[in-house]
Structure formats: structure tokens, C-alpha cells
């Protein structure tokens, strides 16, 4: 089936995968109490940015996927440029939070890369992993593949985020937990999305009248072309 691009509906999950992606590395700075995990506030909304990745790959294809995955690295950058150049401006006298503002906002280049680099990982091993698995299960049980991506992607995208982020900074055995810990809350709630994963491609797939199967696309993360 020949694939249809930039749809109104497809625009609208692009957004929904930015917004995601961009408001979890926002509010990352908060620890928050999750069931028995101690995670960082993105956490509770970054899965969705692979439930997302999920829907697009699924239903657009690989190729469609791999340009939103560069898109939000692109939207993800633009705004930390932003938000580096609004810390680094003089305040205004009557400003008197920018302590503040550099605790919250602020970004140290080594989270920056941890964050950059795990992101890029996780996203495309989770497109693959996915558009493998639907060729191999013929376009069925779609559980199978939004699960089994998830555990591939997710557990790069922690073990590369974790890894570069904290090494050094908290111990060895912290920094293990740190990594299972946070793997295991992501895929667990990849599993409760479930349903909505499922409700989203159905309703996608009968509105757009579209089943991208990746039998001859071009898996290089780099490719300019299908």
C-alpha cells in the first residue's frame, strides 16, 4: 500500500510526540514517588513519547518515524538553545528568581549529551524492533511488538541515559537500580497503555486507510529517503 504523508491526523500525533518529549525533559528536575519507584517526574510522561513512536511506526512506517524521531531531536534542541539564552541574558532588577530558574532550568552538558544520545538510541532500536516484528507476526498481535519494542528501546534509551548521566556521580549499585528501577516502571506502563495503543492505531488505521509494512525500507537512522 502506497504510504500517505502529512495527513491532519498524522500532524496530530507528531505533536502529541514532541509535546511529550519536550515536557518530560522539562519537568525531569522533580523526583517524584510512583508505586515503589522513586523516578524522575519525565518518567511519568516520557513513555508516552514511545507510545507515540509506537502508533507512528505501526501504522505510517518506519520512514515516517524516522523523520518525526529527527524532527523532535531538532524541536528538543531548538528549546534547551532557548532556554540556555534566557538563563544567560542579564535579569531585569526586578527579577528575583534566577537562582531559581538555573536550578529548575538549567542543564549541565553532560545530561545534556546523556539525554540527546539515549533518546536517538532508544527511539530508533524501538522503530526497528517494531516494524521487524509486525513483518514477522504478518500485521498481528500487535501487543507483541508494542511490548517487545519497549523493552529494547526503553531499556537502551535507561542503561545509555543512566549510564552517562550519573557514572561517577552516585555509586556503582545506585546507578544499577537506578537503570532496573526505571526500565521496569517504563515497560510496566507501556503494558497498562496497552489498550490505548490498541484504540489509537485501530481508530488511525480505519480513518487514514493506512498499514505501512516496511517489506523494502532502508533501516540507516541517517537516510534521507525511504
Known sequence: MTERRYSGLFLVVVAIFIACLISANIV???????WVFTVPAGVVVFPLSYLFGDVLTEVYGYSSARRVIWLGFAANLLVVICIKVAQVIPPDPAFTAQ???DRILGFTPRLLLASFVAYLAGEFSNA???SRMKLLTKGRFLWTRTIGSTLVGEGIDT???VSVAF??????DVVGRLI???WVFKVAYEVVATPLTYAIVTYLKKREGVDVF??????NPLALSR
Not at 557514572?167 to 556503582?172: H, K, Q, R, S
Not at 516496511?214 to 533501516?219: E, F, I, K, L, T
Request: no cysteine; aromatic share 12%.
Open 214 to 219: 516496511d517489506r523494502q525500507v532502508r533501516y
Open 167 to 172: 557514572t561517577g556521580v552516585v555509586p556503582g
Open 128 to 130: 526497528f524492533v517494531l
Open 99 to 101: 537562582a531559581a530558574y
Open 28 to 34: 525531569a528536575v522533580k523526583l517524584v514517588d510512583v
Open 159 to 161: 542503561l545509555i541515559f
Open 180 to 182: 532496573i528501577g526505571q
